[in-house]
């Protein structure tokens, strides 16, 4: 298929939703981001152990599915423009800007997308906790929890099931953590292992091997 077959962006939209799954998640405290590690090209497994969640500066991240390639051009994007907002400002960039931004990109790129679905998600002091949803045509969706990629549906049930209002990042990166869980037993695309990041008063933080250790799952 080509750009100008009018049945591309949806073949487009099917080919994303494959082979990953990412959960945000807001708390009374921060925010939880967390995705699992495997890279996978159709039935084969390119890689196991792929970051998903992208740091874009102390206070904002992004999780990345799609198009390898595409992604990290994104995120480049994302952290250029952050460091530059910063440093003309004295300030951080506001996250629904950081969020309107990626948008646009993806926007203005739409008749050749880049092939990607994003998270965009931070906290600060000011704004509180702020997930975005961002697709491929850059419309731009928010809610309380956010779940993409082709393990999505497993996840959305647990995490509908479990997540509360008033959760404290120690509480909701667990919950995070079974949501994909989850989804690695039902889904082949999503699998390996997890990667959980937090981000709250103290800023960007990935969690260890060892604090993810100590949260039962079973894949």
């Known amino acids: 298929m080509y750009p100008h077959d009018k049945r591309y962006p949806d073949y487009v939209a099917d080919q994303i939703k494959k082979g990953t799954t990412t959960c945000a998640l807001i708390c009374k405290d921060g925010i939880v981001l967390t995705a699992d590690t495997r890279a996978s090209a ?16 102390r206070h904002l991240a992004m999780t990345i599915a799609g198009g390898v390639a595409d992604a990290q051009n994104l995120v480049d994007v994302m952290r250029y423009n952050s460091n530059l907002y910063r440093l003309q400002n004295k300030e951080l960039m506001p996250i629904k800007s950081a969020a309107r931004l990626c948008s646009n990109v993806l926007f203005n790129q739409r008749f050749f997308p880049y092939y990607v679905q994003i998270i965009m998600a931070g906290w600060t002091k000011e704004e509180g906790g702020q997930i975005y949803n961002i697709d491929l045509f850059g419309s731009m969706t928010t809610e309380k929890f956010i779940s993409t990629g082709s393990g999505s549906p497993v996840a959305y049930g647990y995490l509908e099931s479990e997540y509360k209002d008033d959760m404290s990042v120690n509480d909701a990166y667990k919950i995070a953590m079974q949501a994909i869980a989850a989804a690695i037993r039902r889904n082949a695309g999503t699998g390996d292992s997890i990667n959980v990041v937090i981000i709250d008063k103290d800023g960007y933080r ?5 604090e993810k250790a ?5 894949f």
């Open 214 to 218: 100590e949260v039962r799952v079973v």
């Open 206 to 210: 990935a969690l260890t091997k060892e």
């Open 42 to 57: 159709g039935f084969f497994i390119a890689d196991r152990h792929v970051m998903k969640i992208q740091k874009v500066d």
